[in-house]
């Protein structure tokens, strides 16, 4: 009622933010914590990933042995051994030597880079082929797995194999190979090929490029380091921070618990959705959008339906919203006519005192911001409340929510580690846009695409009043036009948030 508005700048009510709390924490499973607030640091357990690994399929080598090669001067190393994926190398590599490796391997030891598989050309296998035809193979597969082979290969071409491929797989083959090729083959297919490649990774290869130290290799601590501080308290989590609790083996959380936002509508014209629109009434839009904001900035809304221009009805709302929800949003009311009661019955509430009573802003002057310490919430937590009254105009609502309500809201969630907050896009201006100096002003304007030869983005301003859904409805996003400035020209290269 008859209040003045008692105008601060938007500085000056952002710096309020610090003099609310924030919510009580809760543990959450890893699946489950998306967008959710990290409550506390994360320190690495252990090096990540915790043993020298190959990025590439090839062979694992001291780098200095290959220092010189090319196409024309290959350097020539043996094949001492392969790497079992998912096992521990039980070979070293010295200098002249290579291992087999797959990507993702470990690297023997003595190995410190990787040279790709198709620089290398192989060029001898280890067999014996004597005179009398007998061929003696000895591979080691992996660490489990012995492969032996004995192969009698004389003028009746009579081939038996004995072969354990793993612990749980016995392999044996009895073949004979005739003229007739009586093949006879108890095995899985793909283990003809394990041993193809075992053997294949026997013998010397050429090499036709050289590598650098670590090169090819992600070092045994190159993701971080044990002890490490790898996530910090306040963080938003996103898919990545997923991967790197599983990746360090934590599979909970402790993350803030969500907010809830009341909402409530005010005005003997404002009627719900499920109601005949009577002459004189409107729909009850601004719970709605309220709402999904809401929901947009993570927090959970709680609607408290429409309550008429009636100070004791506004009052226990008001009081009942206070006590159930974390913070609330009251639009409409908020001005200074005979019928806008909000900054009385928040003044008259227990604990509450008024903070701001107007913001030199446009649209949105007329918002009203109380700290509320009644007391516990429905979880036990001790808070300072943000109370809200909002403007009613539809688009001065939302605005208000996005430019004011939303650091409070982040805030309230215990986001202190997030640079996308304040993403804008740059786009040229299509039209000269003026303000009034000593106020910041919220222009909605279109993005649309330049054509021919220009990739560049237009922002088109949506002109209109703030009681037009249809002005947000067409935007794509707000420009603002700071306080001390008169106005942006057209052409001019503007940041414009996105809506
Ligand atoms: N003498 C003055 N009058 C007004 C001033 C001023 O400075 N001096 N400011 C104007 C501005 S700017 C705004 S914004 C409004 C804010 O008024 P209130 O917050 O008190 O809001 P109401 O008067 O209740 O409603 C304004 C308008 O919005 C419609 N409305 C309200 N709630 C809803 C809803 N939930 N859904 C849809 N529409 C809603 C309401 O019907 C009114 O049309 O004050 C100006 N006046
Ligand atoms: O502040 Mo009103 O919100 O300009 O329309």
Same mark, same amino acid.
């Given at each position: ?9 938007? &500085? ?11 919510v009580g924490? $809760? ?28 990025? !590439? ?13 090319? &196409? ?22 010295? =200098? ?9 391997? !470990? ?8 040279? !790709?598989? $198709? ?46 491929? /793993? ?16 093949? /006879? ?72 618990r ?44 709680? !609607? ?8 004791? &009805? ?9 006590e ?28 509450? $005192? ?8 446009? =649209? ?11 007391g516990e919430n429905i979880s036990g937590e001790n808070h ?116």
């Amino acid at each position: 009622m008859s209040h003045f508005f008692k105008v601060k700048s938007l &500085e000056q009510v952002i710096s309020l933010v610090s003099e609310f709390s924030v919510v009580g924490t $809760e543990i959450v499973s890893v699946s489950e914590a998306l967008s959710r607030v990290l409550a506390v640091d994360i320190c690495a357990a252990h090096d990540l990933p915790g043993f020298r690994r190959s990025t !590439m399929d090839g062979y694992a080598v001291c780098s200095a042995s290959t220092f010189g090669a090319s &196409e024309s001067t290959p350097a020539w190393l043996d094949v001492v051994g392969a790497v079992a994926m998912g096992g521990v190398p039980d070979f070293s590599v010295g =200098p002249g030597e290579a291992g087999k490796i797959a990507t993702g391997g !470990m690297l023997p030891p003595g190995a410190d880079s990787v040279v !790709m598989v $198709e620089h290398t050309e192989l060029v001898e296998h280890i067999s014996m082929v004597d005179d009398t035809g007998v061929v003696d193979y000895t591979s080691i597969v992996d660490d489990t797995a012995v492969v032996d082979h004995t192969s009698i290969v004389d003028g009746t071409a009579v081939v038996d194999h004995t072969s354990i491929v /793993d612990d749980t797989a016995m392999v044996d083959h009895t073949s004979i190979v005739d003229d007739t090729a009586v093949v /006879d083959h108890k095995k899985k297919p793909d283990h003809r090929e394990n041993v193809q490649d075992s053997l294949a990774g026997r013998g010397s290869i050429e090499v036709y490029k050289s590598v650098a130290p670590l090169q090819n290799v992600i070092e045994k601590d190159e993701d971080f380091k044990k002890g490490e501080v790898v996530l910090h308290k306040g963080t938003v989590l996103r898919s990545q921070e997923a991967g790197l609790a599983a990746a360090l083996g934590i599979f909970q959380l402790e993350v803030y618990r969500l907010p809830k936002v009341g909402i409530i509508s005010t005005g003997d014209e404002i009627v719900p959705l499920s109601s005949p629109l009577t002459p004189g009434k409107v729909r009850d839009v601004n719970s709605h959008t309220l709402a999904s904001l809401v929901k947009e900035a993570g927090a959970v809304p709680v !609607m408290f339906g429409i309550v008429r221009d009636n100070q004791n &009805e506004l009052f226990d709302i008001c009081k009942r919203a206070i006590e159930q929800t974390d913070m609330v949003l009251i639009s409409g009311g908020s001005s200074v006519g005979s019928r806008d009661f909000t900054v009385d019955v928040l003044s008259s509430l227990d604990a509450t $005192e008024i903070m701001v009573h107007g913001i030199s802003i446009s =649209p949105g002057k007329p918002t009203i911001l109380a700290g509320s310490r009644s007391g516990e919430n429905i979880s036990g937590e001790n808070h300072v409340k943000a109370v809200w009254g909002l403007p009613g105009h539809v688009v001065s609502a939302m605005v208000v929510f996005r430019v004011v309500v939303l650091p409070f809201l982040r805030n309230l969630r215990g986001i202190t580690n997030c640079v996308f907050s304040g993403i804008k896009i740059p786009a040229k201006l299509t039209r000269n846009v003026a303000s009034a100096q000593g106020r910041t002003d919220y222009i909605r304007v279109k993005l649309v695409r330049e054509d021919g030869n220009n990739p560049g983005i237009l922002a088109v301003p949506i002109l209109g009043k703030s009681g037009l859904i249809r002005t947000m409805v067409m935007a794509d996003g707000l420009l603002e036009v700071p306080e001390n400035v008169e106005g942006i020209e057209k052409g001019d290269i503007v940041m414009v948030t996105p809506v």
